[in-house]
């Protein structure tokens, strides 16, 4: 792939909804302790221990409503935060370190009485929705020996996952039911918006182009280059007798876009290398490109459509518009049901350094 980046244009659209994450590791752990059975022998060794079922102290970090939450849930959500933080090249101080950490344990505790008070009000899921949402799961592994592999280094059973997912979509109901659904936009609102924010909604100039790619390292020596060079050649060579370029480009191309007869759908300047990108927005639509060479190898590219910069009309994304500022209200309204039932429940939090 020539594709530098993925940036969605309008930030609008990179809008997300209310994020109730659930820990898979707690979930695996709570699900563990409550279908654990307790051996005759482990029971007499705890009476002669006179140790409790209750973890020690030290290895709580909260406890809502009588409800433990472990330094073992705190520990694993926070490693989870500071693996999204190096892959994504942040490089945090001590000072937003322990921000991070707070902001853990307090998402833990938030999430708690979410649960809690999605039990007290009955909130019923159907284990078919449970099933729908495993199934789309696994469609990100290529085979079910990877789904497996997966679970197994997050120390999850599928029994645990489905657990994880009953818990996550009782939260979602209850967030629909009791907060979600006494929020509406007005057309007035989004049209505001819409009105207020040009620069959300500008797009820039975008090309839709095909290509036929023969990779070749840029390390490879002059005897690969050649062999590589002769491939697409022929592939040009093929086109410019007339054979349909898409056909050509599945025959022999060695993108992944290849299946899709070479398209790359549209891009815009900047997501493309710059020999690709270069050639691309300098043919016409319709044309075909001289042999193009990029650290990926050699190209031959068509470009099948263009659209110039301009601005999205108002029509195309009031839709989109509501959708985003409900959703922002959403999480505003969510975070004071929180703050609501953490006033209403009995909040332990202990030391965790």
Known sequence: MMRKGSRWIPAILASFFVVVFLSPVGAAEKAAKKDAKPTAASNETAAKSGASKEPAKGEKVAVVNGTVITRAEYESETKRFERQMAMSGQAPDGAQVAEMKKKVLDGLVGREVLKQQAAKLGVKVDPAEVDKEIATLKQRFPNEDEFKKAL?????????????????????????????????????????????????????????????????????????????????????????????????????????????????????????????????????????????????????????????AGVMKYDEIKDRIAQHLKQDRVNQQLAKYIEELKAQAKIEIFPVN
């Not at 059973?157 to 209850?174: H, V």
């Open 152 to 308: 197994k280094n997050l120390n999850l059973t599928e029994e645990s996952l489905k657990a994880q997912f009953t818990q996550d979509l009782g939260i979602r109901k209850m967030i629909d039911e009791q907060v979600a659904s006494k929020i509406t936009i007005t057309p007035e609102e989004t049209k505001k918006f819409y009105d207020g924010n040009p620069e959300l909604f500008k797009t820039p100039e975008m090309v839709r182009a095909s290509h036929v790619l023969i990779k070749v390292d840029p390390k490879a020596g002059d005897a690969d280059k050649a062999k590589a060079k002769e491939r697409i050649t022929a592939a040009q060579k093929k086109v410019q007798a007339g054979e349909d370029f898409a056909k050509v480009a599945k025959e022999v191309s060695e993108c992944p876009s290849a299946a899709k007869g070479g398209d790359l759908d549209f891009f815009q300047r900047g997501q493309m290398v710059g020999p690709f990108e270069q050639a691309a927005f300098a043919l016409k639509v319709g044309s075909v490109s001289d042999i193009v060479e990029t650290q990926f190898g050699y190209h031959v590219i068509k470009v099948t459509d263009k659209k110039e």
